[in-house]
């Protein structure tokens, strides 16, 4: 690589590593870039596997797809700007394959795959301190020939994903229970759950839909979740929501409400951890409680601007929100963007993480968004001199969800048409 350009490294070929890349990579007078991905192909959890506990390479299964998945947002608010969706007339809800395919198409148009190293795993990352400026070096295994190969970059952007290693709570008696126990990231398909009591723990995104999904095969299906007021939406007759789980006895679970159940099979659908297993010990991450500290703007680490997470943020609208990002990032490598002291950063952090306690909100919950991503979304836009998301995006969402706060099993029969940056139409119509 010539060394006047910056080299920037990109960990993880899903769909942030894939954005930014297509950004970095429209700038090959002033960066050069390697994307190491671990699997053989892009696209990330969209890449659905059978596997469930090693892939091709023997490394973890990265994807958390299930069989008949469907996305929970409609394609016209989730595609990337620049770069709609081919079949805008098909179904707002589309499989999981057709994101695949979208995001293979994305690469492919964009040129990326020059850049992409497939079947490679980055090992670690190391911070080198060199008159002031921190440089990286990145080691990364060759998955076919096992050779480990070390280069500097002057920018590492995690983009390694964190829906791959669940969290299981730790619940007393838990060992007692020899019944089938998964967590989300190993479910794939429903039939097996046939005239079984299943119990679902969770009742976030995952939890209410494979609660769906098992109960058309389940006897019944124990949804339990601590959530204050239950949900008001309508799931199916066979699900009866539980409070959160007390203990289990054997077979007998004992939920918090005082009531209990019979149980043939668990599933976990209690979220994920951000892990950065590469990582050096000298790089200070703080991953507990579901969230990770100290990031400032939810992109850069406050100790050294130039190492980046993407996909921090939860619920959001993520693809076009990874536009944003990508190109904000890039206006920091460019300089246009001059980041605050890491003091600043640090303080600006701590001042955002207790304004939210201060409402109320638990530790483990602060990721989310939610109506706060609108203000997210234009501020970064806004630094990084680029277009936010029009109005229309956030009127589609909106409607979306109070559709899916009406009923769980029929707000992905909604079809959506973009007519403007202001308007869209809505039909319903049953989707197979
Ligand atoms: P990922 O897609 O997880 O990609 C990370 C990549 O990094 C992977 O390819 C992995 O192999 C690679 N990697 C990891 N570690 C290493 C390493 N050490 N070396 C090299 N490569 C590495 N979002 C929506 O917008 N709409 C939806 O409907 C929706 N539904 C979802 C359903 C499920 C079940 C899940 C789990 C998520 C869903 N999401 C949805 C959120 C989804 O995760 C994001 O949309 C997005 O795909 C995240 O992309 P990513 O690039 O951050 O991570």
């Not at 350009?5 to 899903?14: L, S």
């Not at 996305?71 to 608010?77: A, S």
């Not at 007393?172 to 009591?197: A, D």
């Amino acid at each position: 690589m010539p060394s006047d350009k910056k080299r920037v490294a990109i960990i993880g070929g899903g769909v942030a590593g894939l954005i930014v890349a297509r950004h970095v990579s429209a700038r090959t007078e002033d960066y050069s870039l390697m994307l190491f991905e671990q699997t053989d192909q892009v696209g990330g959890t969209w890449v659905y596997t059978d596997r469930t506990e090693v892939d091709k390479n023997g490394l973890p299964v990265h994807s958390s797809m299930y069989k008949n998945l469907r996305t929970n947002l409609p394609k016209e608010i989730m595609q990337i700007p620049d770069f709609p969706f081919k079949n805008e007339d098909g179904p707002s809800f589309v499989h999981h394959s057709v994101i695949r395919q979208y995001l293979q198409d994305y690469a492919q148009h964009f040129n990326l795959f020059a850049h992409i190293k497939l079947n490679t795993l980055v090992k670690h990352v190391e911070p080198v301190i060199l008159s002031d400026q921190t440089t990286w070096l990145v080691t990364y295994k060759n998955m076919a020939t096992l050779e480990e190969t070390t280069v500097r970059f002057d920018a590492v952007i995690l983009c390694n994903g964190h829906y791959t290693v669940g969290n299981i709570p730790n619940i007393r008696g838990r060992s007692t229970f020899n019944g089938t126990c998964i967590h989300s990231h190993q479910y794939r398909l429903p039939e097996k759950y046939k005239g079984k009591n299943v119990c679902i723990l969770g009742a976030s995104w995952s939890g209410i839909d494979i609660a769906i999904e098992v109960s058309k095969y389940a006897k019944k299906v124990y949804l339990s979740h601590n959530l204050p007021e239950g949900l008001k939406a309508k799931i199916a007759n066979n699900v009866e929501q539980r409070a959160g789980i007390e203990f289990i006895d054997g077979k007998t679970f004992h939920f918090r409400d005082g009531t209990s159940a019979e149980i043939d099979d668990l599933i976990y659908c209690t979220g994920y951890k951000f892990t950065y297993p590469f990582m050096s010990d000298k790089v200070k991450i703080k991953t507990d409680d579901n969230h990770v500290e100290p990031i400032y703007k939810h992109l850069v680490h406050a100790d050294t601007k130039n190492l980046f997470f993407m996909g921090l943020p939860g619920i959001v609208i993520p693809f076009p929100m990874f536009h944003i990002q990508s190109q904000y990032i890039l206006r920091i490598l460019d300089g246009h963007i001059k980041l605050p002291s890491s003091e600043k950063m640090k303080s600006d952090y701590e001042k955002e993480k207790n304004m939210l306690l201060q409402q109320g909100i638990p530790i483990r919950h602060i990721i989310k968004m939610k109506e706060r991503q609108w203000a997210y979304y234009d501020e970064i836009a806004t630094a990084a001199n680029v277009a936010s998301f029009p109005p229309v995006i956030k009127k589609i969402y909106n409607h979306s969800n109070a559709m899916r706060e009406l009923d769980f099993m029929t707000y992905k029969n909604y079809q959506y048409r973009i007519i403007d940056k202001e308007d869209f139409t809505v039909c319903y119509g049953k989707q197979e």
